[in-house]
């Protein structure tokens, strides 16, 4: 039988004595510390509409499902999501999960700058069989809106002024996405509530549309969604976003803030779901729990005392529970929990809510990103620039082969191999180890950086995460700024084969993917974050010149 962490179930036991669960419920925006009147409270006020989700969106349900009938009956092949965030991870999730229904179109999330990833979908797609998606909160996201000026390019020329009948938009009331949406007589615009915020949003229009349109029911996820939402409501022990938060909380408090999900085959894509809600909601103020969410289990000896670990098992499969019993009996932290396939909203709100929870335990405001800004805006000062110069500023590398240039803010080598084995000798518990990638999202990078990951936990018993640029930016990028100063940060560029227009902007897809790494990496810097940015001057080659590079560091 799994042994319970005292620590979690003495918070819960505090949490019901201060009915906590109650007055989140009531909207108490005190119960996160927020003065009446100030900024926090103001924040968390606006962005508590997640709670009455089935509420606000069941007048929403038929409309829902004639969206999808028509997708059928018109023989739409492949709807194409762009968005960023709370914007699209849900729908990968969901399409993930779910699967897509036969006779409905597939949904293809399109969350990057990166111009290989952008045009391979434009030169597939079959523009009178194709839809797209812009799926924007803010409605100004600069991914999302490049993107929308690209695609919306390529369908007016394919099919003229019925380009509009092609796009479909989520946004909030008053945004510009959904001024132009109007204005090019999009074929529908969903306009979701504006007190929801982006990453508690799966429940929400955000998530239902795309279930509806791969022919899943939206009504289902959302009925799941109320079942634990009630289940949420209870000031009990067993009230299961509770026990979740106070373990996120507890475990974070104790020093073990590195919140280790660990998935089933069939859930995996729930992990970049849950990174993006635990890591940009607790993240801040030097506090945090960073989740690593794509680990495969290893050996107790191969964790530092900084590791709590979350399993979730379903109706369908298990996780590695002998070797979460060798962790538990060696000490760490283990919460176990339970969910089916077909209730994949139950686990949303559950997440969302103890997210809330956990926010309490951690005394900070889990509904604001306050560091999410500062890339942004070094981003936009580099892309000025580049408007004057036609050329991005590049400091100068600290070591360089030929095949790669690295850049550091504190780390000295004479060669590339020692800069990084001098990065990597700097990590301890807690520490942890960020790759950064904004190389092309392929395959083979993904396993090099998996590869180097487990190396590196074996030597240096410290935790690892793998973000894909600028996704990571509207997920874990709020962590690395904002959290603990524990970080290593690998940020992974290279040179694109080609140079690919935005419409109306006077610059690139490469141009701005680059202005995004570099914009990042100067706020890593800023924040005094262990920084090492690896140029790859060949992007085909960078997957094995990443393997030879760490593994020479790593000797």
Not at 32 to 61: F, V
Not at 82 to 109: F, H, K, N, Q, W
Not at 347 to 352: D, L, S
Not at 367 to 383: G, H, I, Q, W, Y
Request: charged share 25%; glycine share 8%.
């Amino acid at each position: 039988m799994p042994t319970r962490y005292q620590p979690a179930l003495d918070l819960t036991s505090r949490f019901l004595q201060q009915k906590l669960v109650t007055r989140i419920w009531d909207r108490d925006v005190a119960a996160w510390g927020a003065a009446e009147g100030g900024t926090d409270a103001r924040s968390i006020d606006t962005r508590l509409g997640w709670l009455d989700i089935g509420e606000s969106m069941r007048p929403h349900l038929d409309r829902l499902a004639d969206l999808g009938e028509a997708a059928r009956a018109e023989h739409i092949e492949a709807v194409y999501l762009l968005g960023m965030g709370g914007s699209s991870l849900c729908a990968e999730v969901l399409r993930s999960v779910l699967g897509v229904r036969d006779g409905s179109p597939d949904v293809y999330v399109l969350d990057t700058t990166d111009e290989r990833t952008i045009t391979t979908a434009a030169a597939r797609l079959t523009p009178e069989r194709s839809w797209f998606l812009v799926s924007s909160k803010s409605g100004g996201t600069v991914e999302v809106a490049s993107m929308e000026r690209y695609f919306w390019g390529l369908l007016s020329a394919a099919v003229g002024d019925r380009a509009g009948r092609h796009f479909i938009a989520i946004t909030d009331p008053g945004t510009a996405l959904k001024a132009l949406a109007e204005s090019r007589r999009y074929r529908e615009v969903f306009v979701n509530p504006a007190d929801i915020g982006g990453r508690f949003s799966a429940l929400s229009l955000f998530g239902l549309v795309p279930t509806a349109l791969i022919g899943r029911s939206a009504e289902q996820l959302l009925t799941a969604g109320e079942t634990m939402a009630d289940g949420c409501r209870q000031e009990h022990p067993e009230n299961p976003g509770l026990e979740l938060g106070a373990f996120i909380g507890a475990t974070a408090s104790a020093g073990r803030d590195k919140l280790t999900v660990v998935l089933p085959p069939s859930l995996s894509s729930l992990g970049l779901w849950i990174e993006q809600l635990t890591a940009e909601s607790t993240g801040k103020h030097g506090k945090g729990a960073l989740p690593v969410v794509d680990e495969v289990l290893g050996r107790p000896d191969e964790y530092g005392p900084d590791r709590a670990f979350v399993a979730i098992r379903t109706d369908q499969d298990h996780v590695d529970e002998a070797r979460l019993t060798a962790l538990e009996q060696a000490g760490h932290p283990v919460l176990h929990l339970s969910t089916r396939l077909d209730g994949l909203g139950a686990e949303f709100f559950r997440w969302e809510f103890a997210t809330a929870v956990a926010g309490v335990a951690l005394g900070i405001n889990p509904f604001d990103e306050p560091n999410v800004s500062e890339a942004k805006e070094k981003t936009r000062a580099l892309l000025s620039a580049f408007a004057s110069t036609k050329r991005l500023p590049e400091p100068s590398p600290a070591a360089s082969s030929d095949r790669v240039a690295v850049f550091s803010n504190g780390f000295v080598g004479d060669t590339p191999e020692s800069i990084v084995a001098a990065a990597i000798a700097s990590a301890t518990p807690p520490d942890y180890v960020a790759f950064l990638s904004y190389l092309p999202p392929d395959s083979d990078v993904a396993a090099a950086v998996a590869e180097v990951r487990a190396g590196i936990r074996a030597r240096r018993r410290v935790a690892t995460t793998f973000g894909v640029g600028p996704r990571y930016l509207h997920s874990t990028g709020q962590y690395h700024k904002g959290g603990p100063n524990t970080a290593v940060a690998f940020v992974l560029t290279a040179d694109d084969a080609s140079q690919t227009p935005i419409p109306e902007v006077g610059y690139s897809f490469s141009v701005l993917k680059r202005a995004q790494a570099l914009g990042d990496t100067e706020t890593l810097i800023a924040h005094d974050r262990r920084t090492v940015r690896i140029h790859f001057k060949d992007a085909a080659a960078a997957a094995g010149t990443l393997e030879s590079l760490f593994a020479n560091a790593l000797r």
